[in-house]
Every structure is written in C-alpha cells, then in structure tokens.
C-alpha cells in the first residue's frame, strides 16, 4: 500500500517561512510533485523533483521556493519562504511511479497577518 503523509503546514505572517514535508512508503518513484489548492481554485503544480534530482517550480514560486529530496528518508520538502497571502492553499504531496499516481491527504498554508 502507497501512502504519502504531508506536515508542516501551518499559520504564517506574510514575508514569512516554512518547509512542508512528504513522507512516502510502499514505492519507488519517478517524480515527486508539490500541488496546491486555493478556495474556488483548481489545484495547480508548484514544484517537481525527479529521482535522480532533477527540479522545475512554477513561475508564481520561482526565487521563493525551492524543492528538495532524502531519498534514505523517502521524503520530499518544499522550502517556502516570502511567502504571500495568494499562497494560501491546501498543498498535496503526489507520487508518480510505474504503478500509478498517489496523492497526500494535503496539508493546509495559511498566509495572514
């Protein structure tokens, strides 16, 4: 069984910082993937992170952002920092393998004063 636990989410000041963090068990991976989703928006990519290390962030998070792997701890982190109050989301952790696509129960980012 695949199962994916996000943490780190929180209430946060605006200019603030946090790291998330995904804990995966039951597979391997090819790509890694940090979504978000705002109230009464769809659910968009933030950040990706290949096995062998390879990262892409979407243009909204570019310079804020940054993701990382342990791959001894199966875990992914997505560093978030100035962050602002239109990063305010759920953020859910996917896994994507040859056996299929797994999501994270999400872990709620609150930016607000």
């Known amino acids: 069984q695949v199962r994916l636990v996000e943490s780190g989410g929180g209430l946060i000041q605006p200019g603030g910082s946090l790291r998330l963090s995904c804990t995966a068990s039951g597979s391997s991976f090819d790509v890694m993937e940090w979504y978000r989703q705002a109230p009464g928006k769809q659910r968009e990519a933030v950040a990706s992170i290949s096995f062998s290390g390879a990262t892409s962030l979407a243009d909204s998070v570019k310079g804020r952002f940054a993701i990382s792997r342990d791959l001894f701890k199966s875990s992914i982190y997505l560093q978030m920092s100035d962050l602002k109050a239109e990063d305010t989301a759920v953020y859910y952790c996917?896994?994507?393998?040859?056996?299929?696509?797994?999501w994270g129960q999400g872990t709620q980012v609150t930016v607000s004063s």
């Open positions: 996917r896994l994507r393998s040859p056996r299929g696509d797994y």
